[in-house]
């Protein structure tokens, strides 16, 4: 009896491990088959962004372009002979105010022309006076024969008179000829100027035309600079933009002697065409008084230039990369993370960023970085790349 017992314990505990086995197989297999069949949960495309501020926005157009002087003349002579006189400024970087002597050339030969003409005029003065004592004894004369008519011209001797009075006056132009030569040896400055070349020694003949030296003015430059037409809407340029004489101030920026200076401008006009190819409008900026700081602003020099225009309300400044297109962006709903394709109306664009005047609203976000497969009204995890973290 006790090991009937035994062997019928032993074959339930048998059946019993065996039981448990096949029932832990099933679960298994069900249990996997279960998770065969979950779909994972798809992930949202991300996109950096950056905040919408609307606020009213004073509009600064920027440009850049090369320092020149108002006028650049070159020095020539308007008489011939030797140099008995250079200026120690005449050189290369030198400075004259306006009327200052640069050189004389000899004065003799042109003091002898003087004389002379003063000579040959005081004997035409003598010549003329003779002609005009003959003429009125001449009319004198015939009066008293003919008291009833006129003399003739030949017995008035008129055309001796004309003649000499003729002489006179071209001897008045010699003598007026010869002191203007005589003036013309020495040669001065023709407004307040700086040296930027030079081409003449002391003791050298010159003549007529020849060029001894390159002068620029220096009492203002201009700088020009190419700016789209649609942006001369937002600020003041004389004749263009606005009927009066004062156009829109302007800071210019250069880098002069390993650091950025500034000097105060103004827009004065736009140049009389537009460029065929890039079908800019070229703006001309100018400075006064240049050389009244140190160090200066001189000619040939890159520079940029900030004009101050007119106030945008309710705009805001995004990245150029923000722009799709023309005139499209990518807003982004910051309360439902959603993306929406929204025209916009820009202002004007730089290197600096977009002003956009409508088509955004403030405290949403635009996107910056590009993601496939844009959709209107997609959901979207986005990043505030000005913030560092996750929005």
Not at 213 to 235: C, H, N, Q
Request: net charge negative; charged share 25%; aromatic share 6%.
């Amino acid at each position: 009896m006790d090991r009937k017992i035994r062997i019928l314990i032993h074959v339930l505990l048998v059946l019993a491990v065996l039981g448990l086995g096949v029932a832990g197989f099933y679960k298994l297999k069900s249990g996997r088959e279960a998770l065969s069949r979950q779909s994972p949960e798809a992930s949202l495309p991300l996109v950096r962004t950056v905040p919408v501020k609307i606020r009213d926005m004073e509009m600064t157009l920027s440009g850049e372009g090369t320092v020149r002087p108002l006028a650049e003349t070159q020095i020539t002579p308007q008489v011939s002979g030797k140099v008995v006189h250079i200026s120690d400024e005449l050189v290369n970087g030198g400075a004259f105010q306006k009327g200052e002597l640069m050189l004389a050339i000899a004065e003799a030969d042109y003091e002898i022309a003087v004389t002379l003409a003063r000579a040959g005029l005081r004997e035409a003065e003598n010549k003329y006076e003779n002609a005009l004592a003959e003429s009125q004894a001449a009319i004198s004369e015939w009066k008293s024969l003919h008291p009833d008519r006129e003399p003739p011209r030949l017995v008035a001797k008129k055309p001796q008179l004309k003649a000499a009075k003729a002489n006179l006056e071209a001897q008045q132009a010699n003598l007026e000829k010869a002191r203007l030569n005589l003036r013309r040896t020495k040669i001065h400055a023709p407004f307040n100027c700086r040296v930027s070349a030079e081409q003449v020694d002391m003791g050298q003949y010159v003549s007529p035309g020849q060029a001894l030296a390159t002068v620029y003015a220096t009492d203002a430059f201009e700088i020009v600079v190419p700016m789209e037409g649609r942006s001369l809407k937002w600020f003041d340029l004389p004749g263009f933009t606005t009927d009066g004489k004062k156009g829109a101030s302007a800071t210019v920026t250069a880098q002069v002697a390993g650091d950025r200076h500034s000097w105060e401008g103004e827009v004065m006009r736009v140049q009389g065409k537009i460029d065929p190819n890039t079908r800019m409008v070229n703006v001309v900026i100018r400075v006064p008084d240049p050389y009244a700081s140190t160090p200066p602003l001189a000619p040939g020099q890159f520079a940029e230039v900030e004009i101050t225009g007119q106030t945008i309300a309710d705009a805001a400044l995004i990245p150029v990369n923000a722009i799709r297109g023309e005139n499209t962006v990518w807003a982004v709903n910051p309360v439902y993370d959603r993306l929406h394709i929204r025209e916009v109306d820009i202002a004007y664009m730089d290197e600096q960023g977009a002003v956009v005047q409508s088509g955004l609203k403030d405290g949403e976000y635009v996107a910056v970085s590009s993601i496939k497969g844009v959709t209107e009204g997609m959901k979207v995890k986005y990043v505030d790349i000005t913030a560092g973290d996750d929005s």
